[in-house]
């Protein structure tokens, strides 16, 4: 598809049980971004990949989560050992950053309900 | 490193008024500026963009909104309020375009009849 593509779109899982939500950017975009979305919190950074560079992980909230980006493509965020806390939409959104000034393209999110 | 803040949670305008959401920032290096738009039940998009050129930026849907340096600001506004205006709107702040972008907490427009 022409657009970024997220999976699953909805997660209803277990305190304690780990989870995996899978983003596909918008092909050739370089820049690669996971926010997390809960209500009435705004959209909260998380991580950011950009090329080849180093990931920007500044904002992950505990080493329960992680997240990874092969090939420059496909991202995939972990979340190990799931709480309550953690339920919120996860938005990826990808960028072709040259001449576009970090314009964000965003999917359509995984909401992850955590029991 | 970037902040930016939303005054505002949640604005009420009546259709046919004027629409300001505010929004401040905090960068240490010269910023790009963005206001992105989710409407119910859909995802985020961009509304419109400061990227150091014009001041001034007028974006989709009538939008509009100014760089103000001195005062760190990048207000929304929009003449005349429509009922489909009715969404959640953010803010966001770049230091560059190899940074990352981060959001405000955002706010809600709702318009009434």
């Known amino acids: 598809g022409a657009g970024v593509s997220q999976s699953p779109s909805n997660k209803v899982t277990e305190k304690g049980k780990d989870v995996e939500l899978r983003c596909d950017p918008i092909s050739g975009h370089t820049a690669l971004y996971w926010y997390r979305q809960s209500l009435g919190q705004g959209l909260e950074f998380l991580i950011y990949f950009q090329g080849n560079s180093a990931p920007d992980k500044s904002g992950l909230p505990s080493d329960r989560f992680s997240a990874e980006r092969t090939g420059g493509s496909v991202s995939t965020l972990t979340i190990q050992r799931t709480q309550q806390e953690d339920s919120a939409v996860y938005l990826c959104?990808?960028?072709?950053?040259?001449?576009?000034?970090?314009?964000?393209?965003f999917g359509e999110g995984s909401r992850l309900t955590v029991l | 490193a970037q902040s930016v803040t939303q005054l505002g949670s949640h604005v009420s305008v009546s259709e046919g008024a004027l629409v300001l959401l505010r929004c401040n920032y905090s960068s240490s290096v010269p910023p790009y500026l963005f206001w992105y738009v989710q409407y119910p039940n859909q995802g985020l998009q961009l509304l419109l963009k400061?990227?150091?050129?014009?001041?001034l930026v007028k974006g989709i849907n009538g939008f509009e909104a100014e760089f103000k340096k001195s005062e760190t600001s990048f207000h929304l506004t929009k003449p005349s309020a429509h009922m489909s205006d009715a969404a959640e709107y953010f803010c966001a702040v770049s230091g560059g375009s190899a940074s990352k972008i981060i959001f405000g907490s955002g706010t809600r427009l709702s318009i009434r009849p």
């Open positions: 959104a990808s960028s072709l950053v040259e001449g576009m000034g970090g314009e964000l393209f």
């Open positions: 400061y990227t150091s050129a014009a001041t």
